[in-house]
């Protein structure tokens, strides 16, 4: 399968199943383009017709351009054959059940009342709740006693507001080292915070223990206030801007990236990006918003283009701070034309509800943050284990040949089907599509895919 467009001066021809990618001329990506359907007479013909200004267009030169489609075609860069169907429902099967990742709810509660929140303010649509070090460890060794021979484990610090439990965080991290030797396992803890409650402590110990931290900010302060505010109606980026600049400066090179949500208030959310690199966030992540339809939140057709205009403008503006020495990370746009994720990532996806699990307060077990406080996905416990098997025969079952609408789509291997959550919230269904969500996904895709195709032709 192929996908050719046109961005930023870029002629793209994308080939999905190697995962190839051609910049190329405009005779040779519009000979591509019909290179299938057409004899080599009927391409020359159709090629000189359309290029008879063009002195430097002559039929010798479409010749050689076809030979090398043909030779890029026999050495598979080109019209690859989809061989990977085959294998899509047995991968996860393989895997034997192992969990790598938990998402530790350590808080289902939260001082702010963000106005977009999908957990209901941090409670879930349930009671407010705190998880304790008990249950956390026992967390702990269920994910150790079911993780088999791997040896990176992934664990998610999170809320509603987790540093409202904050010394229940530092106490499972210090028990999880304490034992990590011993288990023969690695783990990689993160932290995600809306900033409130940041002081030196949380600092210095997570900058010391966290691999990552996501800080919660969505750009202008008009924007960021009139959403994420305290239950008073108080926005929040006065006190946590500062709290955050300190947080990045202290934290050196190690991983951290802001995260926002952009929502119908600001579709032009490159402005809001742009006053996170002001302020001297370089790692940035700026997330659709997901909500019923009928939210006042929930973005609209009516801002479909000018968020597809975002973020080709957001494309460019990378590109012209990396040649200017002053380049920065956007979390969507990253992407490695040359290794990228495994064959079996490509397919089966983030893993939810079968190698990744949330856990609540209570110790529950469900797919993943999302689901948590629905009761039909509850997968059991960690006292008990998992032992609602049909489920997780559902989650195996979601890839990126799972579902129908994904089977043409040239970007299936690049979502791996996308999110089970968004398409149940948006179809009632783990293995039905959020339209809307991949729509968005499709253009994140085409200019992350030009922004490393004008890397590699400008060090050339």
Request: hydrophobic fraction near 35%.
């Amino acid at each position: 399968m192929l996908h050719q467009y046109k961005l930023n001066g870029y002629n793209i021809v994308l080939d999905t199943c190697s995962g190839s990618v051609h910049a190329v001329d405009e005779v040779a990506y519009d000979i591509i383009a019909v290179f299938k359907d057409k004899s080599q007479e009927e391409i020359v013909k159709l090629i000189l017709e359309k290029y008879k200004d063009r002195a430097d267009v002559t039929r010798e030169e479409i010749l050689l351009c076809i030979e090398d489609i043909k030779a890029l075609e026999m050495r598979g860069k080109l019209f690859t054959p989809d061989t990977f169907e085959p294998m899509a429902d047995t991968l996860k099967d393989r895997s034997k059940n192992i969990i790598k990742a938990l998402c530790l709810h350590v808080a289902h509660t939260c001082n702010l009342n963000c106005e977009y929140c999908f957990a209901s303010q941090g409670k879930y649509h349930g009671e407010r709740a705190l998880m304790s070090f008990e249950v956390g460890k026992r967390a702990l060794d269920f994910l150790i006693e079911n993780s088999g021979n791997r040896r990176n484990l992934e664990v998610d610090f999170f809320g509603g507001e987790p540093l409202m439990n904050w010394e229940v965080v530092k106490q499972l991290v210090l028990y999880a080292r304490s034992i990590e030797k011993e288990k023969g396992k690695n783990f990689r803890f993160t932290l995600t915070t809306n900033g409130m409650l940041i002081d030196d402590d949380v600092i210095d110990f997570s900058n010391e223990q966290m691999h990552n931290v996501v800080l919660s900010l969505d750009g202008r302060k008009d924007i960021h206030d009139s959403v994420r505010v305290d239950f008073n109606g108080k926005g929040s980026f006065d006190t946590i801007v500062p709290k955050f600049k300190e947080f990045v400066k202290r934290r050196g090179d190690k991983e951290y990236y802001m995260r926002g949500t952009f929502t119908h208030k600001n579709p032009d959310f490159l402005k809001d990006i742009e006053v996170m690199l002001d302020l001297g966030f370089d790692k940035i992540s700026m997330e659709p918003v997901v909500c019923a339809p009928e939210d006042k939140s929930a973005l609209t057709d009516e801002d479909k283009p000018v968020i597809f205009e975002q973020y080709e403008l957001l494309a460019k503006k990378m590109l012209e701070s990396n040649s200017k020495g002053k380049g920065f990370t956007f979390y969507h746009y990253m992407i490695d034309l040359k290794g990228g994720p495994c064959v079996y990532k490509r397919i089966s996806g983030c893993g939810s509800g079968t190698e990744y699990m949330a856990v609540t307060p209570w110790g529950d077990l469900y797919p993943c943050h999302q689901f948590v406080g629905d009761e039909k996905f509850k997968l059991g416990n960690i006292f008990e284990g998992v032992t609602n098997t049909d489920t997780v025969k559902e989650f195996k079952g979601c890839n990126a040949y799972s579902r129908p609408d994904c089977r043409d789509c040239w970007a299936k291997l690049y979502c791996s089907g996308g999110c089970a959550a968004n398409a149940y919230h948006a179809t009632g269904s783990v293995k039905g599509i959020y339209e809307y969500g991949c729509e968005l996904f499709r253009k994140r895709m085409e200019c992350a895919i030009m922004v490393e195709v004008a890397k590699e032709l400008e060090e050339k």
